[in-house]
């Protein structure tokens, strides 16, 4: 057999490979599920969530939780949580607490200090590294507390991940920190990645039950879980689905069996609280072009409507060689970009990247008055590491009244 018989056979193989397991992601839930959240991997394998110490955190700063989640037509569910005290808290003691913080201590920081609601992403626990480090720079440079729930099948969390049920564990943490002292408008929601669409879920939830929160925060978000699928590259290298255009109706099949949908796209402007998007440039698993196009979601109601494209046929026949449709269209396209340059304020800021800001709904004039929407695009952070980008957390503190 020539090189190339071989080299033909390979990709035939690997090609029917790619086409099987694919295929498999979009009829079998259990794959799906178990690809989309990622919670059988949960690193550090064999933490002890009982003892925060072991994983950077100050002695008796973290109180372990056992969460109880109602279940409809159930028995409820307990998911694992840590509630870690403000820095300014904790050094306001008199000194380093020989147990961790107790009902009265949790009361007086949650009366004190303002909260982040931290939603982490998928894989892992709440005990991983880098995750631990944003529970650190929170405390310490927001002088916030900070609560860290691992949903359901997560660490050692009972149940399995649904779209609803993560949300229900959010819920549940919100409920415990409202219920144990805090305002709702003193607390924060900061969703990672896969976090996101938990933290706009939640959003809407609340304010369809009237609370709201002080601010929202979605970092490395994504229009929706099929929208994911389109653009992840496995490694930051390989596209996961758009070989599959090269199959009629395939990549469609795909995307619409999504399961687990997260449509923060279809979501977010249906809620009110002020809003924070921030997306790494350097991202290689979901890019920032989720980022804009959630941005533009929410701008586009205060833009004049995009006109249509006039059919390519009818250019030139207009008087003197110019189409009254084509010149219409570039007209109408001139004055939307124009009201968005006087809507949004654009900033370059060295060393940190871009941020584009309006406020919604507009009085007349515009005012400052309405919802704040912020679009940050840093240089660095990649996926992981945005929430530890201290310039990024700089805006977040501006903008909450946390520094």
Partial sequence: MSFVER????LVVVGALYVGAVGLLATVPWIQTQTVYLHAARFPFGADYTQPEKYGLAPNKTLNLRLEVPEEGSEPIHVGAWFVLSDAYYHSLPSLPAEPPSPNVVHEALKTYPTI????????????????????MYSSRFKANVM???????????GTPTEAGVTRDARAAWD?????????????????????GIATNLIYQLETDGQHPRGCVLMSPFTSIADVAKTYHILGLLPLVKPLHMIPYAASYVTNSVIHKFNTQLLLPNTTTPLIIAHANNDFDIPYTHS?????????????????????ATLGQ??????????????????????????VRKTDIRGLGTIEEFYAPFPEPPTINGRMIRLVLTERGKHDSIGLEEGLQDVIGRSFDLI
């Fill in 148 to 158: 860290a729930v691992d949903y359901r099948g997560y660490a050692e969390s009972e």
């Fill in 318 to 343: 207009g008087p003197g060689g110019i189409d009254n449709n084509w010149a219409s269209f570039s007209k109408a396209l001139a004055e939307r970009n124009t009201m968005k340059e006087q809507l």
């Fill in 176 to 196: 415990w920190l409202v219920a144990n002292g805090a305002a709702p408008e003193d607390i924060v929601v900061i969703g990672h990645s896969l976090g996101t």
């Fill in 292 to 312: 804009e196009i959630l941005f533009n979601t929410l701008l586009d109601p205060y833009l004049p409507p995009i006109p249509d494209v006039p059919p390519v």
């Fill in 117 to 136: 609601l931290f939603l982490h992403g998928n894989a892992g626990t709440r005990a991983f590294h880098i995750r631990v480090k944003h529970y650190s």
């Fill in 7 to 10: 080299a033909r056979s390979a």
